[in-house]
């Protein structure tokens, strides 16, 4: 690739490496430039410019890192749309994320432009939560290395095993057996309140507490016990001692090797947790549990019950291997769930961005005559149910649809939907009145607002999933928007630092003004069709799009 300042009227399919403005426009880095750019840079007195060219051999950023993504990845997650040389990949359930640290490492390694970063091995994620995200730096790669990073994920791992370099191990659904022991004058309120916060634990996995016992703290009573549960057939045991473990000839390590197990391990190097014992019997892995298991905050007892639960081993080896970042004290137990604030006011950014679509359905359809357009029927449902099915099957938190003339009728096409409705008293005053109505409904956890029409049909969800994964308010792309070969159209995404903004607009007006004084934080979404711009108005446009749904379905 070569990069560098070039005689603007030399640069026709080039990459901008800067974004420019002039009179009526603003291009951004990263944009193919075209033979119009070039004339209207030019016109605008830009001689010139800084470009990217690719070479032979060199691969675009988004197709580069598609294919870097895709190399990488084992089940389970699922991918982002390629956007600026950027793909995230999410879990597609609740596990622990397993990385080959040689194998990832040699792949960091082989080109500056490729890079790739996860959340830590053996972290646990939720489903839907980001847990990688791969980047090509510069806005090409080169062929000869995204085949090699591809060739050594085809490698074998350092135990011959064959497998992604990145992989989620989902929590599998476990029956797992609690043993209390007591002694003289123990409260018997701790007890109650232990079983309370191991089964929260427990089912937090995916799994379930079916036994909860109690018995003396004596070698031989809890020995019976351990034998009882493991004929029960359950798939996990953990003892909460009523006397902290000091020792391998205590009483728990004692009863487990009364009732024929082994002891793997005592203690390990993560405070708290320090007291955990590792035992088995037969296949049956059995824990003794440090006595901070009875809080819910996060200990080293939670790490091995993680992997069990995801049914991964835990050895001896990797138990001694916890001690880096095993000084947990002072840290959260849990990533804090989202504030009031968006994205880029916490300088975090979110598992999955919390995205409302919002569907104004309140109009009066003035120029459709007596007939409201939003309820007439096109290809076999009522107009605005095209709009709000395809907001439901898209990456959409959640949906809202504002509703004010004839909302009866609106709410009626909708019924059976899970949709939420906010009706706008204040329809008849134009346009901003459903905008704001919408804006104030979206909770405080939403990150961004899509504002859909409900007189545009041909917007499907896929539309809507490029444009959510677009949304990036710390990579200045805090508005996205719908165009059609240049043009303008809807829907629109707003990040929640514009809702203030939106609640000031009166009169019969949209927010497109935000999109005009924000241009620098406005990214477009082609769609290649005329979708964006096709919105009905009138009887003609009814029946011209009634004529084409149909053939299309036909």
């Known amino acids: 690739m070569r990069f560098g300042e070039v005689d603007t009227r030399s640069a026709e399919g080039a990459i901008l490496a800067h974004s420019l403005r002039g009179a009526g426009f603003v291009f951004k880095k990263g944009r193919t430039l075209s033979a119009e750019d070039i004339a209207r840079l030019t016109s605008a007195g830009h001689k010139r410019i800084t470009v990217a060219q690719l070479d032979p051999g060199d691969i675009h950023e988004d197709p ?163 034998r009882t549960l493991v004929r029960a057939g359950l798939d996990m045991v953990l003892i909460a001692g009523a006397s902290a473990i000091t020792d391998r000839r205590d009483v728990l390590p004692e009863a487990v090797e009364l009732a024929g197990g082994s002891n793997e391990h005592f203690g390990m190097p993560v405070d708290p947790g320090n007291l955990l014992l590792l035992a088995r019997i037969g296949s049956v892995p059995v824990l003794g549990l440090p006595g901070c298991a009875r809080s819910p905050k996060l200990n080293g007892y939670d790490w091995v019950l993680e992997r069990l639960a995801a049914d991964l081993p835990v050895t001896r080896k990797d138990i001694v291997g916890m001690g880096i970042g095993g000084l947990l004290t002072e840290i959260p137990t849990r990533p804090l769930p989202r504030g009031s604030i968006g994205q880029a006011e916490r300088g975090t950014k979110p598992a999955v961005p919390a995205v409302a679509a919002i569907v104004l359905a309140a109009g009066q359809s003035r120029r459709m005559g007596a007939a409201n357009k939003l309820t007439e029927t096109i290809a076999g449902k009522p107009m605005v149910r095209h709009a709000v099915e395809a907001a439901l099957s898209s990456k959409a938190a959640q949906v809202l649809v504002v509703t004010g003339y004839q909302a009866e009728a609106v709410q009626a096409a909708l019924n059976d939907l899970p949709v939420s409705f906010v009706h706008n008293p204040a329809f008849a005053a134009g346009l901003s009145t459903s905008l704001k109505a919408g804006v104030a409904a979206a909770g405080p956890e939403t990150d961004a607002a899509l504002i859909c029409l409900g007189d545009m049909p041909l917007i499907g969800p896929a539309l809507l999933d490029r444009m959510i994964a677009a949304y990036d308010p710390l990579e200045g792309r805090a508005i996205v928007l719908a165009s059609a070969d240049g043009k303008r159209g809807n829907p629109v995404l707003f990040d929640r630092r514009f809702f203030d903004s939106i609640r000031t607009i009166e009169g019969d007006v ?33 029946a011209a799009i009634r004529q084409s749904m149909d053939d299309a379905a036909a």
Not at 92 to 97: E, Y
Not at 513 to 528: K, N, R, W, Y
Request: with cysteine; proline share 6%.
């Open 64 to 226: 580069a890192a598609a294919r870097l993504a895709a190399a990488i990845a084992g089940p389970g997650f699922t991918a982002s749309t390629p956007f600026t040389g950027r793909v995230n990949l999410f879990a597609g359930q609740a596990g622990l994320v397993v990385v080959d640290r040689d194998r990832f490492d040699r792949i960091n390694a082989v080109d500056e432009a490729l890079t790739v970063a996860t959340v830590p091995h053996y972290a646990r994620v939720a489903e839907g939560q980001m847990v990688a995200t791969i980047k090509v730096i510069p806005f090409a790669a080169s062929a000869a290395s995204l085949s090699l990073t591809e060739a050594i994920a085809e490698q074998a791992d350092r135990t011959g095993h064959h497998g992604p370099v990145i992989r989620l191990a989902p929590f599998r659904p476990h029956r797992i057996g609690l043993i209390q022991t007591w002694l003289p004058g123990m409260k018997r309120s701790i007890l109650a309140k232990t079983v309370d916060i191991t089964r929260a634990r427990i089912e937090g996995l995916g799994s379930t507490l079916v036994r909860d016992r109690q018995c003396e703290h004596k070698p031989r009573t809890l020995a019976g016990e351990l």
């Open 510 to 542: 949209g927010a497109r003004h935000l999109i005009g004084d924000h241009a620098e934080l406005v990214v477009e979404i082609d769609t290649g069709d005329t979708a964006p711009l096709t919105d009905i108005d009138t009887p003609d446009a009814l």
